[in-house]
């Protein structure tokens, strides 16, 4: 058989895209050609120094993907498949960045579109839009991951205002946040608050010595007596359905990027095994590298097709949490374990930042942990499957 050149995008096997519109596909391509430019030059070093190129937000919100899936307050309003291609390019370059958006997007600027006044609204959407201001999202806290109704952040009613008191850990964008939402109990329940920086009694503290998500900001948050007034409470969110319903936003994002981490995990396994000579003949001619290549690319194949199935189903307002959680149990699963096996492509070459692999699996360790570990959203799947509740 005559040889031809590598396949450069291992999801023009499945030809993803001839399922796309040319809108969608001219939002990913926008995307992805931004972050050529502005990232993935700098990547490598960034992640190396533990460094957030914070100076990129406004470039970032002028691309339009921060909070793209919102409508009205200077969100761009796209569909849901645009805004998960668009993180499906940012994970491609880093997880970092993908998290940042998501963050930004889905967990801070929705629970404010979703759950908020207008003033809120008007005050801080357009803004956080544009990239000009941060947003972060405290729900986790240091005894309570899985178990977010036992949070012991709490919010007790003083007069007209509420003193809040407590603290969260593991927040994307923590200390370089304008503005928190911030998740607490109170004698009615659980309720949010937006907790703008600089109020007296709220301090943060970066969290050091990552090994995953080096590019990113991850903080801590104190409450010790942070008087806010009533106009702070987001008035439309009672008790968990508030948070949760931001997680599945996320989680949305998540099943989209992990598959761009995947893609450019296996791209640059294929680019190196073209050119890596072993034996007088390149290793990508080789039985063994061939089957890596060939069960890599068809796994990734059928997460991107998840991908863009569970896209269409939000598009129509018609997908579950329980399919939320298929997606990001099944596609950063599968994408950890082909960067992994990625990695052994590379051999020892694997392990230089030089290369993506390595760097991709270490970040997806934290993205198969965060908005639900996988064995959280297993037992979210095995309830809708048999209707019995597992957690407990």
């Known amino acids: 058989m005559m040889s031809r050149k590598p396949m450069k995008d291992p999801l023009d096997l499945i030809d993803l895209a001839s399922t796309l ?14 972050l050529a430019d502005r990232v ?20 970032i919100g002028k691309l339009g993907v921060l909070g793209m899936h919102l409508e ?36 801070s600027m929705f629970s404010i579109w979703k759950w908020g006044s207008q003033e809120q609204k008007q005050e801080w959407l357009p803004r956080l839009a544009a990239g000009e201001a941060i947003g972060c999202f405290g729900l986790t ?7 977010p109704s036992g949070m012991r952040t709490r919010a007790v009613r003083d007069g007209a205002d509420w003193i809040l008191n407590g603290s969260k850990m593991w927040i994307t964008n923590g200390s370089i946040a304008d503005v928190a939402t911030v998740w607490a109990q109170t004698e009615d329940g659980i309720r949010g608050f937006l907790v703008p920086r600089g109020a007296p009694g709220f301090t943060t503290q970066d969290i050091k010595h990552k090994m995953s998500l080096r590019a990113s900001i991850t903080s801590e948050l104190y409450f010790d007596n942070v008087r ?31 598959v761009g981490a995947a893609r450019d995990s296996l791209q640059a396994a294929i680019e190196y095994a073209d050119s890596r000579v072993q034996f007088d003949k390149p290793i990508s001619a080789f039985q ?20 863009v199935h569970l896209g269409r189903l939000k598009d129509q307002h018609r997908i579950r949490p329980e399919q939320i959680s298929v997606g ?51 037992l979210v799947v095995g309830q809708a499957i048999t209707g019995q509740p597992a957690f407990r």
């Open 228 to 258: 806010l007034p009533d106009a702070a409470r987001l008035p439309l969110a009672e008790g968990l359905r508030g948070p949760l319903s931001c997680l599945n936003e996320a989680r949305f994002g998540i099943l989209f990027g992990a």
């Open 72 to 107: 009205g307050y200077g969100c761009a309003g796209t569909n849901a498949v645009s805004y998960g291609l668009a993180c499906m390019e940012l994970e491609a370059a880093d997880s970092g960045f993908r998290s940042f958006v998501s963050v930004q997007g889905s967990l």
């Open 288 to 307: 063994l590298t061939q089957k890596k290549l060939a069960d890599m690319s068809v796994t990734l194949g059928n997460a991107a097709l998840l991908a």
């Open 141 to 147: 806290e240091p005894d309570f991951g899985s178990n």
């Open 328 to 378: 990001k149990l099944n596609n950063v699963r599968e994408a950890i374990a082909i960067a992994r096996e990625c990695r052994t492509i590379l051999g020892a070459n694997g392990i230089s930042l030089e290369y993506s692999p390595l760097r991709h699996a270490n970040n997806l360790e934290s993205v198969l942990t965060y908005e639900g570990t996988s064995e959280m959203h297993t």
């Open 40 to 59: 993935r030059p700098h990547i490598g070093e960034w992640f190396e120094n533990a460094h957030f190129a914070r100076e990129l937000a406004p470039e």
């Open 21 to 34: 519109t040319d809108e969608e596909r001219e939002i990913q391509s926008t995307v992805a050609k931004f």
